[in-house]
């Protein structure tokens, strides 16, 4: 049950988030709602209008208010309260200068929902980012998960509410067991190529293998989403929002998600050769990862996307869907054969 009217702002929290991001007393304030994402179980909204403050001047204002109910992800069923955990603990102190998330004004929890205050950020994302653009957030995120590797901050022990490091084997284990798309990557009316089904059915021959292999990467914190539409390359520096996933996880699970999540398919392979060598650069300016000859992106690629795309392929409403899922198979396969 939803303990609060969702267009409706409340004027004492409008006034207490306001005071804080324009650092100045607020006498009252207006405000109109815009929807910028949401769902079943949550909503984002920006939140637009003039306060007034005390002096008399009336000052323009943007923030997001995010809110979020409880729901159970598969594997991780704190997840919908874990944005508001971290922004409540000393998290934000682990970022770098050149990477960081957008301040939070106010965070409270009531029963099983959350509510966020946060900065609106302006800047270039999604399909917006060039390949320059990809590259530098790949370098600054091996900046930052090489901070974290080498320096362990007291922040990053005390954190309880984190994904695990066996959740991106998990989900694969769990997207294997499904026989819609198990059974059909090796049936005769598959409509995906017979390489690409191989591709795919190689992993699951060798999963064993690979996994010890991935398992010998570094453990580092993991954004978990790191994708275009969370991406923002704002006034030089990179700023990332969604942390509902984040957690412990293997050294180049989000570059495998940079390249591949719902990116400019034609690009896929100019960013898969640009920002590997570009996060293990920004990586190394903490640690030494000199001896890791089998960076495993295309591994951790075909684990995390493959069965997944098979998924969207296969219930894609429109040709023109299916057809980018396909190609991006494709890009993925013609990876490992540069």
Known sequence: MNNHDESFVKPEILALVL???????????????????GGTVGAVRLVTGMAEVSDGESLPYRVVWKTQRKWERYGDPDSWRREYDLYT????????????????????????????????????????????????????????????????????????????????????????????????IRSDDCGIPKHLCKMLINIDNN???????????????????????????SDNKIVLIDWDTAGWGYMGEDIASLITDEVDVSHMIEYYQKCIPAYYRGFSEYADVSHISDHCIHELILVMFGYRLVDWYKFAESLEDKAMHLNTLQKIYEMNNR
Not at 117 to 144: H, K, N, P, Q
Not at 211 to 230: G, M, Q, T, Y
Request: proline share 2%; aromatic share 14%.
């Open 19 to 37: 005071s804080k991001m324009l650092d100045k007393t607020i006498i009252r304030a207006d405000y109109q709602l815009k929807e910028l994402q």
């Open 89 to 184: 603990s000393d998290f934000g102190e682990s970022f770098t200068e050149s990477l960081c998330w957008p301040e939070c004004y106010h965070a409270e929890m009531n029963g099983d929902e959350i509510q966020l205050w946060m900065e609106y950020i302006d800047g270039v994302s999604g399909l917006d980012l060039t390949s320059d653009m990809y590259a530098r957030i790949a370098e600054e995120l091996g900046r930052f998960q090489g901070k974290l590797y080498t320096e362990r901050p007291d922040v990053m022990q005390n954190l309880s509410n984190l994904s695990k490091v066996e959740l991106t084997k998990n989900f694969y284990l769990r997207y294997r067991s499904w026989d819609v798309v198990y059974d059909y």
């Open 207 to 233: 999963a064993d293998e690979i996994f010890s292999r991935i398992e010998k990467l570094p453990i580092v914190l993991c954004h978990r989403d790191f994708w275009v539409a969370n991406l923002f390359y």
